[in-house]
């Protein structure tokens, strides 16, 4: 098997080691990458320093259009990237092809986005003391921008950090996950294949270890990371001189109010909870049902959940794959054996085989149960009941996370109030918290992290306003 180069300052390059990477559901392997040297992780880090100033000063039509070939590059190789993303994260094709779907969108937004990123002219001679006197104020990226990318996503969440650095003219370097590396590798190729200065990107998949370098290195001034809480807050309290992003964890809920339709409820709780096999930030994990249709709500989920396809990713029908590895299912298992030991009962699922973890529902948890508390990135979900909205909504915020939540009403007051009293960066209603479109600000509160995606947002959280005032100007 051939052996995948890695992206060292705009071009493909080899390293002195080799790294296997493997198919989660059948453990065979799916391919190999070079691995950089300190010299060359060195190399690239000095490279995208020295073309800071360069890549800043890149015209509009240069950067949009550099981002919109790359969308139009994912679209004519859409099926070889959902292929890679099934192999190497045993995401099933039915998921994977939509992350493909949503990358191509995100550079396109990218590249509108570039176009319509202007300055802003503001008067200034609203007092006598400034007559004649104008502010341009503009935006000034940071400087070059280390992305540290996860497994779940391994093609939209690296287009969610290269693409706003690109479109605001700041180089990056982008540390994939060691788990799921060559899909970053194969975006590489397109971004190679664009006008971009060289050094304005570099793929460097690196182990994990190797990170706290990069973290430290004066010359990347931003630290944009996915990931865990404790990973992203200790990559923040390392570097607190730095510009850093965090998008971290959540547990995110599901509030079913009196008034919900519950068939569209259940059937959309009981898919969400398990895509993804449960592995991403905004997956369904807290169910919180109103007393009155608690009931007649667990009735229409369960069905809902054991008619879901759990199986091989590569299938066609598969709806629910393998966890990113066994020791991650092993995980996801001995949580819900603590909480079936604290009292919890299990409604459906709670089996392990492999790296797979049967779609679970449990019912009575206990309230400091890991799977109450923390993130358990699969695909298990607790139901809570709820005596009112009021109840339910404090039941939302009686958590360590703050990402998004979702609430099924049909009343428009209760949606406003829910967009006033929760605790996260984002509110779907009618719908689950794992509704996410990619031009949106995303990003959440409290230990779900700091800053916010979506190109337009990340654009901005990229960069510095700065002022120019002109003076002497007849106005």
């Known amino acids: 098997m051939d052996v995948r180069t890695f992206w060292l300052a705009g071009r493909p390059a080899s390293g002195d080691g080799e790294h296997t990477v493997t198919n989660p559901h059948d453990g065979r392997e799916v391919g190999r990458h070079s691995?950089?040297?300190?010299?060359?992780?060195?190399?690239?880090?000095?490279?995208?320093?020295?073309?800071?100033?360069q890549a800043a000063a890149l015209p509009v039509h240069v950067r949009a259009e550099a981002l919109a070939h790359v969308s139009r590059r994912l679209t004519a190789r859409s099926e070889e990237f959902a292929q890679l993303i099934t192999a190497e994260n045993g995401k099933p094709i039915l998921w994977a092809r939509g992350e493909v779907s949503r990358a191509v969108a995100t550079f396109r937004f990218a590249a509108e986005e570039t176009r319509r990123w202007s300055g802003e002219v503001q008067r200034l001679d609203t007092e006598p003391a400034a007559a004649g006197r104008l502010a341009y104020v503009s935006r000034v990226p940071y400087g070059p921008v280390l992305a540290i990318t996860p497994f779940n996503f391994p093609l939209n969440l690296v287009a969610h950090k290269v693409a706003p650095a690109i479109a605001v003219g700041a180089p990056v370097v982008v540390k994939p996950a060691p788990a799921t590396p060559l899909t970053a590798l194969l975006l590489g190729e397109l971004l190679a294949e664009t006008d971009l200065p060289a050094g304005m990107f570099s793929v460097l998949p690196v182990e994990n270890e190797r990170a706290s370098g990069l973290v430290h290195d004066p010359r990347l001034p931003v630290v944009s990371f996915t990931g865990s809480a404790p990973v992203g807050y200790a990559i923040a309290d390392q570097v607190p001189r730095k510009h850093v992003t965090l998008e971290l964890g959540g547990n995110a809920a599901a509030v079913v109010l009196a008034d919900a339709d519950l068939d569209w409820a259940a059937s959309r709780v009981?898919?969400?909870?398990?895509?993804?096999?449960?592995?991403?930030?905004?997956?369904?994990?807290?169910?919180?049902?109103?007393?009155?249709?608690?009931?007649?709500?667990?009735?229409?989920?369960?069905?809902?959940?054991?008619?879901?396809?759990?199986?091989?990713?590569?299938?066609?029908?598969?709806?629910?794959?393998?966890?990113?590895?066994?020791?991650?299912?092993?995980?996801?298992?001995?949580?819900?054996?603590?909480?079936?030991?604290?009292?919890?009962?299990?409604?459906?699922?709670g089996t392990r085989e492999g790296a797979t973890v049967a779609p679970t529902v449990l019912a009575d948890v206990p309230a400091d149960a890991k799977v109450a508390r923390e993130e358990v990135f699969g695909p298990v979900m607790?139901?809570?009941?709820?005596?009112?909205m009021e109840e339910a909504y404090a039941m939302v915020n009686d958590s360590a996370y703050g990402l998004q939540a979702g609430v099924f009403t049909r009343s428009l007051d209760?949606?406003?109030?829910?967009?006033?009293?929760?605790?996260?960066?984002?509110?779907?209603?009618g719908d689950v918290p794992s509704y996410r479109a990619d031009q949106m600000p995303y990003g959440g509160v409290k230990d779900s992290g700091i800053g916010r995606e979506g190109l337009g947002s990340a654009m901005r959280d990229l960069t510095y306003e700065k002022v120019m005032v002109v003076t002497g100007l007849s106005l």
């Open 382 to 388: 607790i139901l809570q009941p709820a005596a009112s």
């Open 414 to 429: 209760a949606a406003f109030r829910a967009n006033r009293e929760l605790e996260v960066g984002g509110v779907i209603i």
């Open 270 to 349: 009981a898919l969400y909870s398990n895509y993804q096999a449960g592995q991403s930030c905004i997956a369904v994990q807290r169910v919180i049902v109103e007393q009155p249709v608690y009931d007649a709500f667990v009735e229409r989920l369960l069905p809902a959940v054991g008619a879901l396809v759990t199986g091989d990713p590569a299938d066609e029908k598969t709806q629910v794959g393998p966890l990113v590895s066994e020791a991650a299912a092993e995980r996801v298992e001995q949580w819900i054996e603590e909480a079936v030991r604290g009292g919890a009962r299990v409604l459906a699922g």
């Open 35 to 53: 691995v950089p040297t300190d010299a060359q992780v060195e190399e690239a880090v000095a490279a995208a320093d020295a073309v800071a100033r």
